[in-house]
């Protein structure tokens, strides 16, 4: 799934100000192949409303549409695929629910739950963070590049990076095996997140 190579999760604070659908909208014309909606404060109606907003452009753009979390908001606005959380149903629970409706991609901490994601039939895994970043150090400290090259040997579906990457470290993350990377800040808060996605698309093709 070429389109994984680089995805921007979203979060509505971290815009400096600039409206959510404008600044994706930006991104997508500069090639962003990939957008999963992560806005954890809102209700399901609100989440709805926003990934409406969004379906025009991805599908002009041919981007994917993940929604976080929320498969019954993926199913309603007709997304491409859901991204399972911790707190999320299990895989196997939502593919139960989705069938081959939605692609489902599941957050990972550890080579346990990436293992575990893949026999229970996730499409993708989400490994980080690899580096120090303030967005995610709710889930510990950085996993560092040894334990992202011992997940992506583990299993056979893509490993996708997140945690702290920018355009400089695109080359290590992928050496250690990560088949794309999944980027917050570092799109979202440049002073030109279309250039910055460029930057990104550019270092993933180098």
Same mark, same amino acid.
């Given at each position: 799934?070429?389109?994984?190579?680089?995805?921007? =999760?979203?979060?509505?604070?971290?815009?400096?100000?600039?409206?959510?659908?404008? =600044? =994706?909208?930006?991104?997508?014309?500069?090639?962003?192949?990939?957008?999963?909606?992560?806005?954890?404060?809102?209700?399901?109606?609100?989440?709805?409303?926003?990934?409406?907003?969004?379906? &025009? /452009?991805?599908?002009?753009?041919?981007?994917?549409?993940?929604?976080?979390?929320?498969?019954? $908001?993926?199913?309603?606005?007709?997304?491409?695929? $859901?991204?399972?959380? #911790?707190? #999320?149903?299990?895989?196997?629970?939502?593919?139960?629910?989705?069938? &081959?409706?939605?692609? !489902? @991609?599941? #957050?990972?901490?550890?080579? /346990?739950?990436?293992?575990?994601?893949?026999?229970?039939?996730?499409?993708?895994?989400? *490994?980080?963070?690899?580096?120090?970043?303030?967005?995610?150090?709710? *889930? &510990?400290? /950085?996993? &560092?590049?040894?334990?992202?090259?011992?997940?992506?040997?583990?299993?056979? +579906?893509?490993?996708?990076? !997140?945690?702290? +990457?920018? /355009?400089? %470290?695109?080359?290590?993350? %992928?050496?250690?095996?990560?088949? @794309?990377?999944?980027?917050?800040?570092?799109?979202?808060?440049?002073? #030109?997140?279309?250039?910055?996605?460029?930057? *990104?698309?550019?270092?993933?093709?180098?």
């Amino acid at each position: 799934m070429d389109q994984l190579r680089l995805t921007l =999760v979203t979060d509505r604070t971290q815009t400096r100000g600039r409206e959510l659908v404008a =600044v =994706v909208g930006e991104c997508l014309a500069a090639g962003l192949p990939a957008v999963q909606v992560r806005e954890k404060d809102l209700g399901a109606a609100d989440l709805a409303l926003l990934c409406r907003r969004l379906r &025009g /452009p991805t599908l002009d753009t041919q981007a994917l549409l993940i929604v976080n979390d929320r498969v019954d $908001v993926a199913l309603a606005v007709g997304a491409d695929a $859901v991204q399972r959380t #911790s707190t #999320s149903l299990a895989v196997k629970d939502i593919r139960g629910l989705v069938g &081959g409706q939605l692609k !489902i @991609g599941a #957050s990972v901490h550890s080579l /346990p739950e990436a293992i575990e994601a893949e026999i229970n039939s996730a499409d993708w895994v989400v *490994f980080g963070p690899v580096y120090e970043t303030p967005s995610k150090r709710g *889930f &510990g400290p /950085p996993q &560092g590049l040894d334990k992202l090259s011992r997940v992506a040997a583990a299993v056979k +579906i893509p490993v996708i990076a !997140i945690g702290g +990457i920018t /355009p400089e %470290r695109v080359r290590e993350v %992928r050496r250690a095996g990560a088949q @794309g990377v999944a980027v917050i800040s570092a799109i979202l808060t440049a002073d #030109s997140p279309a250039e910055a996605t460029r930057r *990104f698309l550019e270092a993933l093709a180098a």
